[in-house]
C-alpha cells in the first residue's frame, strides 16, 4: 500500500492511482471514438444521398438541352427552305416584273391604233345611224308613193307606163317572181314586197305594198326600230353605195334590170326602180 500513496519527497503520486486516472481517460477516448464514428456514418449516409439529388437534378437539364438542340436543328432546316423559297420568288419576281413593262410598253404603242379605230367605229356607226334614218324615209316616202298612186287609181295621165318584165327565169334561180307568180301579174311599177326566202309574197289587190317579212316596217326590223334598236347588219348593207339600194332595198338576185331614175314626191335623187318588189 505504501507503492499507492504520495510520494512526499519526489511529490508524484503512487502507481496505483495512476492506472485509475488512465483508465477513466481510456474510457472518454472509446466513447468520443464511438460518437465519432457514428457521426462519420451519417455523414456518409448524407453525402450519398446529395450525390443521387446531384445525379438525378443533372438528367434533367441534359434531356432539355437535347431537346432544345434538336429544336434549333429543326429550324435551321426551316430557315435553310425560306431562303430557298425567297430566292425563287425573287426570280420571278423579276420575270414578272420584265413581263409587267413589256406589256406596258406594247399598251402604250397600241394606244394610238386603239384610239383611232374607237374614233373610227364611232363614225361609221353616226353613219350607221344617219343611212339608217335615210332608208326609213325612202321607204316612209315609197309608202306614202304607192298610197297615193293606189288612191288617185291605175289610169291618171301622170302615172309612169310599166317597164318591161325580165326574162322567165328558172324557179328558185335569186328567188325571183316567174310570169306566172304575183309578182310578174302585179306589173312591173308596182312594189311586190317578198318574202325571206326571196320569193314575191301577193300585196293588196290596189298595188299597195304588203309587209315585207325580213325589211318592212312590220318585220323584225320595224320591231327593232320600235324598241329603238339597230337594224342587225344594216351598216354594212348601207356602206355600199346609195344606187345599190336606192331607198327600195337591193336585190339578192342576179340579173336585176335597172330602169331610168324617176321622181318620187320629196326625193330629189335618182331611185333604182324594180319591177316584183322592194326588199
Known sequence: NNGWRLNKDTGTWDEKTQLRELNSRLRLYVSRVRELEQENRRLAQELAGLRQQELAGLRGPQQELAELRLHVGELSRAQREAELERDGLRQELGQLELLGAEV?????????????????????????AALEELLWGLRAEHAAGG????????GLPGEPAPLPGPAPRAAGAGGA????????????????PRAAG???APGPAAGRPGPAAGGGAAGPAGAARRRGGRVPGGWRAAARPRAAWGGLGSRASAGGETGPPRALPGLTFPVRWRGGGHG
Open 198 to 200: 326571196g320569193a314575191a
Open 147 to 154: 298610197d297615193l298612186r293606189a288612191g288617185a287609181g291605175p
Open 104 to 128: 406596258l410598253q406594247l399598251r402604250r404603242r397600241l394606244a394610238p391604233e386603239l384610239a383611232g379605230q374607237r374614233q373610227l367605229l364611232e363614225q361609221r356607226w353616226g353613219e350607221c
Open 177 to 192: 317572181a316567174g310570169p306566172g307568180e304575183p309578182g310578174a301579174a302585179a306589173g312591173r311599177g308596182r312594189a311586190v
